[in-house]
């Protein structure tokens, strides 16, 4: 070992086995760490709630976090107040909605059709809620992954946008992503929304069809960040700093399709995602088969892990997620809060440590965000309750 | 001791580390103790154990199913993570260390659950204990038998006796500055291929 090796920094990251822990895996793997001279530890974790405590604790200097933990984590909101910081985006997007056989056969006969709209796919499922509701049958059962996630905002979202109330007309459980598809064959329930591989995981499994993509939902949506406690960005910012750069330049690789067959390989190694590289390479490579034996189908700008625009730190995305939490009655708003979750998404990091990186970075902290059903969210419109 | 006894719940998929707990926390003057392995119908059993405290091991990916329970559900009396309201993690971090995930009903006084607390912790470290001997025992074990094979092929192959076949193989550990264990494994991988 040379002394360069010993004295190298270390820096913990925990991790759960999804397809955009990709960055964070290339960053070990491909050496981007080491030219950055930092040494990343991973270890991968089971469970949202032991990323979250390992982080307090100290156990991991900093985690691939569900973007909405670490606002929730800031505000005290579920658990311990901790401020976090969230100063790079691990990509964009890569999620979706799959629905069992029996719910899809249903919902074909309402108007669903292979690929079809998040409108046109809501407003079929609607329709067997309803019929439902009137037979006097229990509601349907949807699965995610955490209550603090952008997949429960996101399947709210679309649910409560096609009339369908997500607390009243059908029930939501917290499922791991690796049950998913065991808890949808046993029949628990009848669709989830999760990241890949997933939902691809429960289609070649023969047992669901995906719906729609989350980014037919919400264009260009956010998903993890890389997350650390404010304590620790305040202590190293040049460790912070080298960790940004790494994962900026591993995102890059990752986004470049001449590197997805590597990628997929790497990723999916049993210490990382542990299902097959096949699978994985057809989710970086956008292409999705939508339902059991179904061709690839080209999902247009379906998961982002890399480049400017997939790695930057909107504020705005951290306010429509506490815009949510306030929706759905998670937390009771407060003056306060505004100034907690703008402090937790940091652009002025992203833009300190990629300073001579990334040429033209991005002036603006906000932007205006647009979904499916033509709602705008203006964070400048946000004002205190 | 005029307290009724707290209600606890533990799961655990791992039987024998929930038995050491459970004595554990008996020994401790809980009675009421409810253990659940299976996690199907989960809800069901939190609803029937109305437990005041509830452990859970963190190797269980089910610790978010669990926690999103008592956000959602109304038939649950919400029972919270510990210390939500407490700036010290010192606590925490004992739990985590110790791999038990612990949460409370609120408004329950703050030093009886302290004492439970501790109990888990100290008999999952008690289990974590027990695991690293059991499994440093049988990696002894392994290494006793693969020296003794090492030792019979070089026997055999080299005409030594019993001392000169182990002092060969101490002699390649210092030398490579490895261990015997690994130079013997090393003979025996070889000698396979050999054959």
Redesign the interface.
């Known amino acids: 070992m040379s002394v360069s090796q010993m004295t190298r920094p270390k820096i913990t990251i925990g991790f759960i086995p999804l397809l955009d822990c990709a960055a964070i895996v290339a960053a070990v793997e491909n050496g981007f760490a080491t030219l950055e001279g930092i040494d990343i530890a991973l270890v991968r974790e089971?469970?949202?709630?032991?990323i979250r405590?390992?982080l307090?604790?100290?156990?991991f200097d900093a985690a691939h976090l569900l973007g909405p933990m670490a606002v929730a984590s800031s505000l005290?909101v579920?658990?311990?107040r901790?401020p976090m910081v969230a100063p790079f985006a691990l990509g964009l997007g890569g999620n979706a909605i799959t629905v069992s056989l029996g719910l899809w056969e249903q919902m074909q006969r309402e108007g669903a059709k292979l690929g079809g709209n998040p409108r046109m796919q809501g407003t079929a499922l609607s329709r067997v809620v309803g019929r439902r509701a009137s037979a006097g049958e229990a509601p349907l059962t949807f699965g995610m992954?955490?209550?603090f996630s952008c997949h429960n905002y996101e399947l709210r979202y679309w649910l409560a946008a096609v009339g369908i109330d997500p607390d009243r007309n059908v029930r939501?459980?917290?499922?791991?992503p690796?049950?998913l598809a065991d808890a949808m064959r046993a029949g628990?329930i009848d669709g989830f929304c999760v990241g890949e591989p997933w939902n691809s995981v429960a289609v070649d499994a023969g047992i669901g069809t995906i719906v729609t993509t989350t980014t037919a939902i919400w264009p260009q949506s956010p998903e993890k960040v890389l997350g650390c406690r404010e304590s620790w960005a305040q202590k190293n910012p040049q460790r912070l700093d080298a960790l940004i750069r790494a994962l900026y330049r591993a995102s890059l690789w990752c986004a470049d399709c001449a590197n997805h067959a590597d990628l997929a390989h790497m990723l999916a190694a049993a210490r990382y995602i542990g299902a097959p590289a096949e699978l994985l390479h057809a989710a970086l490579a956008n292409e999705l088969s939508l339902a059991p034996g179904a061709a690839p189908a080209l999902q247009p700008a379906f998961f982002v892990p890399g480049g400017r625009d997939a790695t930057f730190p909107w504020i705005s995305h951290a306010l429509w997620f506490y815009s949510q939490m306030v929706r759905w009655r998670?937390i009771e708003p407060l003056p306060e809060h505004l100034a907690a979750v703008q402090n937790t998404y940091r652009p002025d990091i992203y833009r300190r440590a990629l300073a001579r990186v990334v040429r033209d970075t991005v002036a603006s902290d906000t932007k205006i965000e647009t979904f499916f059903d033509e709602t705008v969210f203006d964070p400048a419109r946000m004002t205190p309750p | 001791m005029s307290e009724p006894s707290l209600r606890i719940l533990l799961v655990d998929q791992n039987a024998d580390r929930a038995s050491i707990l459970e004595d554990g926390l008996r020994e401790a003057g809980c009675t009421d103790i409810t253990v659940v392995r299976e996690m199907?119908s989960l809800l069901r059993r939190i609803v029937d154990a109305d437990p005041d405290v509830i452990f859970i091991d963190?190797?269980?990916?089910?610790?978010?199913?669990l926690?999103?329970?008592f956000?959602?559900s109304r038939s649950v009396r919400r029972p919270i993570?510990m210390?939500?309201d407490?700036a010290d993690?010192e606590q925490?971090?004992a739990a985590?260390?110790s791999g038990v995930?612990a949460y409370v009903v609120d408004g329950l006084h703050k030093e009886r659950v302290k004492t439970i607390l501790d109990t888990a912790v100290s008999h999952f470290h008690t289990f974590n204990r027990l695991r690293d001997e059991l499994e440093r025992a049988n990696q002894q074990l392994e290494e006793r038998k693969v020296i003794e094979r090492a030792k019979g092929i070089l026997m055999k192959e080299r005409s030594l006796n019993e001392a000169e076949a182990y002092a060969a193989l101490r002699r390649a550990a210092m030398n490579e500055n490895r261990r015997i264990a690994d130079v013997a494994r090393s003979v025996v991988s070889a000698a396979q291929l050999l054959k």
């Not at chain 2, 963190?58 to 199913?65: A, Q, S, T």
């Open positions: 089971t469970s949202w709630a032991n405590d390992r307090i604790v100290g156990h005290g579920g658990h311990l901790v992954v955490y209550p939501l459980v917290v499922i791991p690796p049950y628990q998670q | 199907h963190l190797e269980n990916p089910n610790r978010d199913v926690e999103q329970m956000q959602v993570a210390f939500v407490q993690t925490i971090r985590v260390e995930g």
